[in-house]
Nanobody, 126 residues
């Protein structure tokens, strides 16, 4: 059984920063490609960022490119999302997810990810 637990969300002013963490327990963390998604009220869940098994390859949504950075520490079984220059439109519940497949490229589709955390709220005030 794989469990993902996010932390680090909160309330921040526009222009500020937050770092989200996603701790994984269960199977070997290094087997999974990791992704971050978010869902704002009344909107569909959307892709934010993804990282390969050792973090050497990353992929970002255009809306966060240059502001957010995904990383991972396989020794600590933890993935991170560093969020800088936050905007009010970044307000959402943020979820981490794990993709156990051997697909050739990182996926931005939520259906590719099998394991999900419970989410952490990020609120950016203007």
């Amino acid at each position: 059984q794989v469990q993902l637990v996010e932390s680090g969300g909160g309330l921040v002013q526009a222009g500020g920063s937050l770092r989200l963490s996603c701790a994984q327990s269960g199977r070997a963390f290094g087997r999974f490609r990791m992704g971050w998604f978010r869902q704002a009220p009344g909107k569909e869940r959307e892709f934010v960022a993804a990282a390969s098994r050792i973090g050497g390859t990353t992929h970002y949504a255009d809306s966060v490119k240059g502001r957010f950075t995904i990383s991972r520490d396989n020794d600590k079984n933890t993935a991170y999302l560093q969020m800088n220059s936050l905007k009010p439109e970044d307000t959402a519940v943020y979820y981490c997810a794990a993709d156990p497949t051997l697909a050739p490229s990182l996926s931005s589709s939520a259906t590719q990810y099998v394991y999900w955390g419970q989410g952490t709220q990020v609120t950016v005030s203007s």
